[in-house]
């Protein structure tokens, strides 16, 4: 059964890579618009449920992909895998009207084993960010006439994220990890512009590549205190683009193309703390805080700067305990919030935005630990003003976490 369960996920992953590399869902949020797209912030297991937060976390139970140094906690012989989908429902408000948006693809998809006692390894593929966007009913004068020309901008991709991580236990209580990403992807933009009977369109292909480390830190202060810190490197993104245009006058089409390179985009400095701790014996608390450093980048957007950012995740998650016997007493039921402060000002306004979240884990078979996650996020990003658009939403995200055992031969009666 389980080498059938094996070859599914061997398949998923493969097929989980060709939906990244190609062909990112759209996010439908206009402030995707911005730099590379929308910051992707769901992963594996059950941080999505916990604010996001889990720096401090370890992986002995399933994947924890936001410190490398976790995957030192994985017992031997434990294999981990994680599969994850997402849906979401957006309501965007400006000048008085709302209009919805919905998309959903997969959220991440990663593996996770121990190669010793002390030392774990995981290999994981999600998306780094996400382009979906339509701008349509721009008004433009011609100079020198009375006459207008009609604007439609609508974008799509993104960008993925391969990396490979490590952990490893330096002693009983500290425990060190590092991660290596392959950033890489491509994001389209085309543009019509309607003047009269005719059409130009331009058609835009930006292709990034590039890589970083993370470095990670735990240690276990307490029994039921843990502490973790992380640090992102700097990072340079390189860029190409293919440009064509099409020139459309009562029925003739005359076009070109170009291959232009793209100046760099550049990933800040990154540090966040974390902690974890027990609240009596059936809850555990989780903290965290993060700082970008955008500023630093020295670098603008189209329409805004960039500025430091600071991101804040609370989660909570109770344990009912019990007679392990009964399922009741397996399952997880989890809470948080999270809040950041965004990394682009607008006309002197910050994007923020906020989300509160809710989750419960499943157990899926008793003797291997493994679980549904499920969770569901209400949030607000940027507000109503005279430059924002007030996109309010509703997450959903499903992770299908599985535990097997290798190498251990099983004797029945």
């Known amino acids: 059964?389980?080498?059938?369960?094996?070859?599914?996920?061997?398949?998923?992953?493969?097929?989980?890579?060709?939906?990244?590399?190609?062909?990112n869902e759209l996010s439908n949020s206009p402030y995707s618009y911005y730099g590379l797209g929308l910051t992707n912030k769901l992963g594996p297991g059950k941080n999505n449920?916990?604010?996001?937060?889990?720096i401090a976390l370890s992986s002995s139970e399933g994947i924890n992909l936001l410190n490398p140094a976790s995957l030192a906690k994985i017992p031997l012989n434990h294999f981990f895998y994680d599969i994850g989908l997402r849906y979401k429902e957006s309501y965007l408000t400006q000048s008085g009207r709302t209009e919805s948006k919905n998309s959903g693809n997969f959220s991440s998809i990663a593996i996770a084993f121990a190669i010793s006692e002390k030392s774990g390894l995981g290999v994981s593929l999600l998306p780094y960010t996400n382009v979906g966007y339509s701008i349509y009913g721009i008004e433009t004068a011609i100079e020198g006439t009375e006459r207008q020309f009609h604007t439609k901008i609508e974008g799509s991709g993104g960008l993925n994220d391969f990396n490979i991580n490590f952990g490893t236990s330096i002693s009983e209580k500290l425990r060190l990890g590092i991660k290596g990403s392959v950033i890489f992807g491509k994001i389209n933009e085309d543009e019509l512009n309607l003047i009269g009977t005719s059409a130009v369109v331009v058609k835009e292909v930006n292709n990034y590549v590039g890589g970083r480390l993370e470095l990670g830190v735990q240690y276990d202060?307490?029994?039921?205190?843990?502490?973790?810190?992380?640090?992102?490197?700097?990072?340079?993104?390189?860029?190409?683009?293919?440009?064509?245009?099409?020139?459309?006058?009562?029925?003739?089409?005359?076009?070109?193309?170009?291959d232009l390179e793209l100046q760099s985009f550049y990933l800040?400095?990154?540090?966040?703390?974390?902690?974890?701790?027990?609240?009596?014996?059936?809850?555990?608390?989780?903290l965290d805080y993060k700082r970008n450093f955008w500023t630093q980048t020295d670098q603008s957007d189209k329409l805004g700067d960039?500025?430091?950012?600071?991101?804040?995740?609370?989660g909570l998650e109770y344990s009912p305990g019990g007679n392990p016997l009964k399922y009741s007493s397996l399952i997880k039921l989890r809470g948080g919030f999270e809040y950041d402060t965004g990394?682009?000002?607008?006309?002197?306004?910050?994007?923020e935005n906020y989300a509160i979240s809710l989750g419960i884990g499943l157990p899926i078979n008793r003797?291997?630990?493994?679980m549904l996650n499920l969770h569901y996020s209400y949030g607000q990003q940027g507000t109503l003003s005279t430059t924002l658009v007030r996109e309010r939403f509703h997450l959903l995200s499903l992770n299908l976490s599985l535990q097997d055992l290798w190498f251990i031969k099983f004797k029945y009666d």
Not at 49 to 54: E, F
Not at 232 to 246: A, C, D, K, M, T
Not at 367 to 370: A, L
């Open 367 to 370: 003797s291997r630990k493994s």
């Open 49 to 54: 449920a916990l604010g996001k937060a889990g």
């Open 221 to 258: 202060w307490k029994e039921n205190l843990t502490a973790g810190i992380v640090i992102n490197s700097p990072s340079e993104l390189f860029g190409g683009q293919v440009q064509g245009y099409s020139y459309i006058y009562e029925g003739q089409n005359l076009g070109a193309s170009h």
């Open 1 to 23: 059964m389980m080498n059938k369960i094996h070859n599914l996920l061997f398949i998923l992953f493969l097929f989980s890579i060709q939906v990244f590399s190609q062909s």
């Open 268 to 286: 800040p400095l990154e540090i966040g703390i974390g902690i974890e701790t027990g609240i009596g014996k059936k809850t555990m608390a989780y």
């Open 343 to 351: 990394n682009l000002k607008i006309n002197d306004e910050k994007v």
């Open 306 to 314: 960039y500025v430091d950012q600071d991101l804040l995740g609370v």
